[in-house]
């Protein structure tokens, strides 16, 4: 145990808190003291992200990928954030070189093909909604994702049998709800259909 640790898992409890702004001058105190602690960066990264700082946040990744240029989460993390900001190419970039460097890493294929689908790649997104759901099975995100895609592109058996997953692996996802009662809908189920919007419009308090 190094001598940071106490402070660090100091940090993750309050940024797991209900309060979680309260833990960034916490990371930013160890990181004064140990500029390349890798935890202590990227958690105070992946913070400024959830705080919708996220400039800042990217100024974190970038100082430590100059540093390493092959640290595939600070890569999944960065292209995660360009395309919360619509920078898609910059966002395709960090994600095919995290894929290149971590060929099964979910998370990255769930990014990548989100990021895809928004540029309107859907076949190839499908494709990396289908390796994150494979890499990582319990993902509702990645379900809910394949499943959205599956529906646009009129496979319909497919998303329900994907949508029924992600609702069951995260019964407080609304999305997923709203999206699998469309698909009910397209299938001609009504009343499952009915049931799932109003369902996901309870958890978002419409």
Request: glycine letters at 6%; zero cysteines; aromatic letters at 4%.
């Amino acid at each position: 145990m190094t001598a940071s640790t106490p402070l660090l898992e100091q940090a993750d409890t309050q940024a797991a808190g209900p309060h979680p702004a309260s833990a960034v001058p916490l990371y930013r105190e160890l990181l004064a003291a140990e500029p390349t602690h890798v935890n202590a960066r990227l958690h105070l990264a992946q913070l400024l992200d959830r705080l919708e700082e996220r400039e800042a946040a990217l100024t974190l990744l970038d100082d430590a990928l100059r540093q390493s240029a092959d640290q595939t989460e600070f890569l999944v993390l960065r292209g995660e954030i360009y395309g919360h900001l619509r920078r898609f190419d910059e966002a395709e970039a960090d994600l095919r070189r995290a894929l290149r460097l971590h060929p099964s890493h979910g998370r990255a294929h769930l990014e990548l093909g989100r990021v895809l689908f928004r540029k309107g790649l859907a076949d190839e997104a499908s494709e990396h909604f289908r390796q994150a759901v494979e890499f990582q099975p319990d993902n509702a995100r990645a379900h809910a994702s394949l499943g959205d895609a599956l529906n646009q592109a009129g496979d319909l058996a497919g998303a329900r049998t994907v949508l029924e997953r992600a609702v069951q692996l995260d019964p407080q996802d609304a999305k997923a709800h709203h999206l699998l009662g469309r698909v009910y809908d397209r299938l001609g189920h009504p009343d499952e259909a009915r049931a799932m919007y109003q369902r996901s419009r309870e958890l978002t308090g419409a």
